[in-house]
């Protein structure tokens, strides 16, 4: 595995590699990352991995310097899943100049769920993307389905901008208890990390009630989160949305839905989803 730090040397490198898979992550890995570059491997071409914690999308208030960072350990997790590149670059690596040139998901996919209660917070995300997908210029990029609507605006990106890259959606990956892993649930003491599957728990039991014909979306939010308020969570949303654009569901047309939720135990601030598996 070659671990490059600067961009010249990432395009030499590459041009002797022929097409690639790109796991993007922001490091701290975890088996839900490492899940991400099996999958890459299953296509059989060389696999590049770049790790950057990006503070365009981090408000002035957020955790951009308390996330985790634990490169060493995460160059030996890459090299044992034999990725090809690990891409390192410092923030002034991938922002030489100020940026004034942004990508910014409309309002109406950008602006709500996570968009609301991080304002500016896709914009960071789809411009550093577009920006990793100029430097690496993969064939195709991983994501993982836990961040599903960062998943529709990368999508929407690429289908808009007529970005010629496959965009592969895995699975959310789990721990044992159902608690989605999260680089975030390190900030967990242990008896929030008792209580974090919570979150799961409600966002699937919704989706088993939409599953067997429930609409009756708003009492089945408020439930959700009347119950998670009840256990000390402070709930950003819970909301049933469809899964193609994440636009609030018809009651008439049967469309795929899935069940999206953001909520703070003490300081941590998770999220999670569960598709719905409608049968009614
Ligand atoms: P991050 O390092 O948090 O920016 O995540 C990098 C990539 O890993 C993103 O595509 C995430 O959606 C994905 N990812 C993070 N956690 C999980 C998980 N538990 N299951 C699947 N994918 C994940």
């Not at 209660?117 to 789809?126: C, L």
């Not at 709930?235 to 047309?253: G, N």
């Not at 899935?258 to 049968?279: P, Q, S």
């Amino acid at each position: 595995m070659k671990v490059v730090h600067q961009l010249r040397e990432l395009r030499q490198l590459l041009g002797a590699l022929g097409p690639t898979s790109f796991v993007p992550t922001m490091g701290n890995l975890h088996e839900g990352h490492l899940d991400l570059v099996e999958r890459a491997a299953t296509f059989s071409q060389p696999t590049v991995v770049s790790i950057f914690v990006n503070p365009l999308q981090f408000a002035p208030h957020e955790d951009f310097n308390a996330y985790p960072r634990t490169r060493d350990a995460d160059l030996a997790k890459l090299e044992a899943k034999n990725v090809d590149i690990a891409f390192v670059p410092l923030v002034s690596e991938i922002y030489p100049e100020a940026q004034s040139c942004f990508i910014q998901p409309a309002d109406s996919l950008g602006s709500i769920l996570e968009g609301a209660a991080r304002p500016g917070f896709f914009t960071g995300v789809a411009t550093v993307v577009l920006k990793l997908f100029n430097m690496v210029r993969p064939a195709r990029a991983i994501f993982g389905a836990k961040d599903l609507q960062q998943v529709r605006v990368v999508e929407a990106m690429c289908r808009q901008l007529a970005l010629d890259i496959e965009i592969v959606v895995n699975p959310t990956s789990r721990a044992a208890d159902g608690l989605a892993l999260s680089s975030r649930n390190g900030y967990l003491n242990p008896a929030e990390r008792a209580e974090a599957p919570r979150l799961f728990r409600v966002l699937r039991e919704m989706a088993r009630a939409v599953g067997e014909g429930d609409t009756r979306f708003l009492q089945l939010e408020h439930r959700a989160s009347a119950e998670l308020i009840k256990h000390g969570w402070a709930v950003d949303y819970i909301s049933v949305r469809r899964l193609i654009d994440l636009e609030p569901p018809s009651l008439i047309d049967r469309e795929s839905l899935a069940i999206l939720g953001a909520a703070k135990l003490g300081n941590t601030r998770l999220i999670d989803n569960v598709e719905v598996d409608r049968r009614r």
